[in-house]
DNA sequence: AGATTGTCAGTAATGATTCTCAATAAGAAT
DNA sequence: ATTCTTATTGAGAATCATTACTGACAATCT
């Protein structure tokens, strides 16, 4: 399979080098409709590559990041989103899934925010936080802090 | 001053207590056009109460966001944006400010894509990242690493 | 006043993320 | 193909933001 063919290009051009370790990161990443931690790129990898190092996925996942690849997405674990074109991500505080929303307007209002303050757009996140509705019907358990712990496992 | 006066029913009703320390915390953080991190807001508070912890500012400052007094906003630290109204925080990559531009859209994509997917929203994050005018100006300087350490020190 | 319940400070614990640095391997040049 | 330069890797320790826990304290109600 030749997917991440395009990177090689992309790393040449500054300086950076295609190794087996990143074509992995990004088979792990770019295309899934899930939106993995940084725990679950690293576990998979591993069964690849069963030495890697989670700092190695962490930075080859900020690089990918940089380059526009894939989508940082913010909540008490960090997620990366593999999926082209702009959306919302709306993000569960109870159970930190997370459900991808597009919305053919989000490029007009991007566009048109970032001109008005003659700001260079490397790159775009429009998050809701709040609570899903599976999770809205189990009630309400304890407040925001109610499922936790090992969320860096779970997959969203 | 009496800008916390409208906190005192919002908690009672929920049955909880007005302080000294929360009016501190609120005073810190409401109506500010900075985005202080709990950080910055345990240092202001610490100025008028030097026994405070920071389990206490940390606690407090949920509470208000769970009340809609005030915006979590994520990232690598967090930060609290004391604004009303919905608003795209335009963050600088080289320099880390943020800008804010408010779009009366927002509240109306935020509504309808909230509803399409049964989600509770509790906080909003519209963010774009890059370069602001003032840095793209100076010219292109280091990468994303550039400045980074003690964040939480400093406000944006 | 006494009872009840919410809040506080202090501190230990947790866990995600980042750093350090020697060893390795990718890509360019020969 | 071999060598050279330098980005990348791996392993673990270190860092740092955030939470959990606990005993003391204080506000409100009766």
Do not use: K
Not at 17 to 26: D, E, H, L
Not at 85 to 106: F, I, K
């Amino acid at each position: 399979m030749e997917t991440w063919a395009g990177l090689r290009p992309l790393l040449h051009g500054r300086g950076g080098r295609v190794t087996p370790q990143r074509m992995a990161i990004y088979e792990a990443v770019v295309g899934q409709t899930t939106h993995p931690s940084v725990e679950t790129v690293y576990a998979a990898v591993r069964a690849r590559f069963p030495s890697v190092s989670r700092a190695t996925v962490y930075t080859t996942l900020g690089l990918f990041a940089d380059l526009g690849l894939i989508q940082e997405v913010g909540g008490r674990v960090r997620r990366y989103d593999g999926r082209a074109g702009r959306h919302v991500n709306l993000v569960c505080e109870r159970c930190g899934g997370v459900t991808d929303v597009a919305d053919p307007r989000l490029e007009a209002l991007e566009r048109r925010t970032a001109l008005r303050a003659g700001f260079d757009v490397r790159s775009a996140r429009f998050e809701l936080h709040g609570i899903c509705p599976r999770c809205r019907a189990l009630g309400r358990g304890a407040g925001r802090r109610a499922v936790r712990r090992t969320e860096a496992a779970r997959d969203a």
